[in-house]
């Protein structure tokens, strides 16, 4: 694993205690692209927590943007945000 995922995996376990989490690495996807120029990486996200429990998706993507503070300036240019509630990734 890699040490942006490990830190993205840490962070959003602390803030929400997942029941799942997969975090994809896409960023060699995007070689050539500014973002990646700049060592941003790109990635997918997939978490299901009950704490996006009555939030509408605006507002988990901001939770999941919090959550990663200033990693989303640093390590990250791109992410792909799934957040689910557990009953939401039952179906």
Do not use: C, W
Not at 28 to 53: K, M, N, Q, W, Y
């Amino acid at each position: 694993m890699s040490e942006r995922i490990d830190m993205i995996r840490k962070k959003l376990t602390a803030a929400f205690s997942p029941e799942q989490l997969d975090i994809i690495d896409e960023s060699h996807l995007h070689a050539g692209h500014p973002g990646a120029r700049s060592g941003g990486g790109h990635f997918v996200a997939t978490i299901v927590s009950d704490s996006f429990e009555g939030k509408n998706m605006l507002s988990r993507h901001r939770m999941v943007y919090d959550a990663l503070g200033d990693a989303m300036q640093t390590d990250i240019h791109a992410l792909s945000i799934k957040a689910l509630t557990p009953q939401e990734h039952k179906k």
